[in-house]
């Protein structure tokens, strides 16, 4: 196949080069043919005079390049730049973002290209956003960049039209309109999430494995595995310039990238690392990859994967069902699918189109929705696809897999299977498929017995809501009028046969569909893909030698400040803090700061005094939502405790992890436990009223950690781990 595909390219080639022989160099080929009937195709579209200037010598090996991809048909090599200029006498380009007229511009771009292009085609934006402008939309208080709008050319809400944009130098754009030259058999999936308890980096694994990929499966950074890949995966934190694990450790950052002689497409599941002139992008594309799916917006209220992982399981789905169609097609079906199953999500993204903004939503959902189908967007080579290249290769164990479905419903609630597990296996893992009709999803529980021991319940009030990552995994996607309810829940330890029952306890009907299987990890997954494991140190005053020093993303000097209580003596962090509590945007008060929840800047939690900052940065919080990684320095004193105010996000399935430093060198090791805030779980010291529906809390906790040895003098607190925001901590003088 690939060789037949080169020969035609030559062919081809050789074709337009006959056919364009007598041109001038650098002539006009690019089209501006008024109102015609639309064609359905491959589209251009690019500033012709724009092009020409930034790419310098380069610009006619780009112009073959664009000939080539269209097939000759020079029609469809579109020339906005020209039309715009002749109707508004300015040019169509934007100097810098944000800009107020970028979406003015970008949906004179779409209607402009209504008329020209038919919905299915694919159109490839050649050039910047600041030669061929892109949507600015701003969603309350959140701004975004976004190409995804171009996908509707007739303007419902829905899209139906592939785009892709392709950028960098003449040679990089050569190369993304080339295409691949052939599909090898590696894949390499970050994930910052344990794969067997996750479920988008487990379904694109499994989905690669059956295509026949070899996928290497990292937890930590690993160049040389992504040197050799051919397709990367992503899951996990992401901005700008790095993409990282739920620890704060970059897999890659955009000065550092390796060279990736295979041309892989990359996935990129993370927030923000497709902002107007993203250094990642740049980077990837610049050391070799073809082709780029990834979000331009930052995941609010630190929760983990918002709908995200309705996307992804559309995208998987419709990629099963037209295996030959190239990324950025599925990726648009998959949009309209997401789109479709959402009531009212398409006049939302209607009046996004119409005037980039919408700066109020009834909840969090609705904004959650817009989001996730505007924010995601493709770059670089049109053409490529996600291939089939061998037999299926084998990941797990598979100890069960169900071979036709199974349905619970008042006749029949409860079904029933065995599964043998062997020495030295691994973690078994059991993962539940269901699907119930969209009107009873709420209405539903299902109880996970294993030898008669229930394991799980889930309970789908809680669990069918979005993707929840804690000890299992839980989530679901909408899909016409059903809802395909996804659950990875790790089984017990135990040899032999194991018998497993689930049980409809609540609810109408459901059926358990294929997928649902019992996988069997092998022994040493962890220690293979790197992953970190937490681990536990057996109680809040537990001492020992630290066997391993975390990275220290932020480091500040302490300052001791009288409480006005005989005994207790607060820590001034308030250098270090470096967001305001609401930036999570879960509401309360004016949403602005501690002032409008504490009326005083010293409050009272179970009798212990605490300073807290009512204005502007009032918490210490990871920079990019993951692990809170710090170190407060020149302590100096003794105490018999330390009093923390703190809240945990992205429902934290760990505790905080601190190391305490003594002035003698020794140390202390704890944990204080964390419980996402908005669930207001004890203990809690502070409990506000919350503005949006789906957040009914915004809970402070109060955690003490006592000080084994209160005669040395602590000189620094560490901490090493834990998704939390810290707001205070005074120290109780022995």
């Not at 690019?46 to 790419?55: F, G, I, M, S, T």
């Not at 897999?401 to 893992?429: M, V």
């Not at 017990?492 to 049980?503: C, I, N, T």
Request: include cysteine; charge should be neutral.
């Amino acid at each position: 196949m690939v060789k037949k595909r080169n020969l035609m390219t030559r062919m081809a080639v050789s074709a337009f080069l006959i056919a364009l022989g007598s041109m001038i160099a650098g002539g006009q080929i690019f089209a501006d043919a008024g109102d015609k009937t639309p064609e359905k195709g491959t589209f251009i579209v690019a500033d012709q005079a724009v092009l020409k200037e930034r790419l310098g010598e380069g610009y006619e090996a780009v112009l073959d390049a664009c000939r080539v991809l269209v097939e000759g048909k020079d029609k469809r090599i579109l020339d906005p730049g020209k039309a715009y200029q002749k109707q508004f006498g300015k040019p169509l380009g934007i100097e810098r973002y944000p800009s107020e007229e970028a979406t003015e511009k970008a949906r004179w771009l779409r209607d402009w290209l209504s008329r020209r292009v038919r919905q299915g085609s694919t159109i490839v934006l050649l050039g910047d956003e600041k030669s061929v402008p892109t949507w600015q939309v701003d969603l309350a208080t959140l701004r975004l960049t976004t190409d995804s709008l171009y996908c509707d050319l007739n303007a419902d809400g829905v899209p139906e039209t592939a785009v892709s944009r392709i950028l960098g130098t003449a040679d990089v754009m050569v190369r993304q309109l080339e295409g691949k030259k052939g599909y090898g058999s590696k894949a390499a999936i970050l994930c910052s999430e344990d794969t067997r308890i996750h479920l988008e980096t487990r379904a694109f694994a499994k989905r690669l494995s059956q295509l026949g990929y070899d996928v290497a499966i990292r937890g930590v950074r690993d160049d040389e595995t992504l040197s050799s890949s051919h397709f990367i995966i992503h899951f996990g934190h992401g901005e700008p310039s790095t993409i990282s694990n739920r620890f704060g450790e970059s897999f890659v950052a955009a000065s550092a990238i390796p060279t990736l002689p295979h041309s892989p497409i990359v996935f990129v599941d993370g927030c923000g690392t497709l902002p107007v002139g993203s250094p990642l992008l740049h980077s990837f594309l610049k050391q070799g990859a073809l082709g780029y799916v990834g979000s331009t917006a930052t995941v609010q209220g630190m929760t983990p994967a918002r709908f995200t992982n309705e996307l992804v399981e559309h995208f998987l789905r419709i990629h099963a069902e037209q295996p030959r169609s190239s990324i950025p097609v599925v990726l648009t079906a998959a949009r309209a699918a997401y789109i479709q199953g959402h009531p009212s999500l398409s006049d939302k993204l209607r009046q996004v189109a119409a005037t980039g903004k919408i700066l109020a939503f009834g909840d969090e959902d609705e904004f959650t929705h817009v989001l996730t189908a505007a924010e995601w967007v493709y770059y670089g080579d049109p053409r490529a696809v996600l291939p089939k290249i061998g037999s299926p290769k084998e990941m797990s164990r598979q100890a069960f897999s169900l071979a036709k479905s199974i349905h619970l419903n008042g006749t029949n609630r409860s079904w029933q299977t065995s599964f043998e597990t062997k020495p030295n296996d691994g973690q078994a893992t059991l993962a539940l498929y269901a699907e119930v009709p969209v009107s009873d999803r709420d209405c539903f529980s299902i109880s996970v017995r294993q030898n008669d021991n229930e394991i799980s319940l889930i309970d789908s009030l809680h669990d069918t809501v979005y993707q929840r990552i804690g000890r299992d995994c839980r989530g679901g996607y909408v899909c016409g009028d059903t809802y395909r309810a996804r659950f990875l829940l790790p089984l017990s330890d135990g040899q032999g046969q194991q018998r497993l029952e689930v049980r409809l306890v609540r609810g109408i009907s459901a059926v358990l569909t294929r997928g649902t299987e019992v996988d069997v990890w092998p022994p040493d997954f962890e220690k293979k893909i790197g992953l970190r494991q937490v681990a536990r140190t057996g109680g809040p005053t537990s001492i020992r030698t630290p066997t391993r020093r975390e990275p220290t993303s932020v480091v500040g000097v302490a300052k001791l400040r009288s409480t006005g209580v005989p005994g207790f003596l607060a820590l001034d962090i308030s250098s270090m803090f470096n967001r305001p509590h609401s930036s999570v945007l879960v509401g309360g008060g004016d949403n602005a700061s501690f002032m409008t929840w504490f009326s005083e800047d010293k409050v009272s939690a179970s009798g212990v005094p605490f300073l807290v900052k009512r204005t502007g940065n009032d918490v210490l919080v990871s920079k990019n939502n993951t692990q809170n990684v710090y170190q407060i320095k020149g302590i100096e004193a003794s105490a018999r405790a330390l009093h923390f105010l703190i809240w945990g996000y992205m429902n934290p399935r760990d505790s905080a992890r601190l190391q305490i430093t003594f002035s003698n060198g020794s140390s202390q090791e704890c944990e204080l436990p964390l419980s996402e805030w908005t669930q207001a779980v004890p203990p809690i010291a502070f409990d506000f009223e919350n503005t949006i529906p789906n957040f009914k809390h915004a809970a402070v906790a109060y955690q003490v950690v006592k000080i084994a040895d209160c005669e040395k003098k602590i000189v620094s607190i560490m901490s090493t781990s834990g998704t939390y925001g810290l707001v205070a901590i005074t120290l109780e003088e022995d």
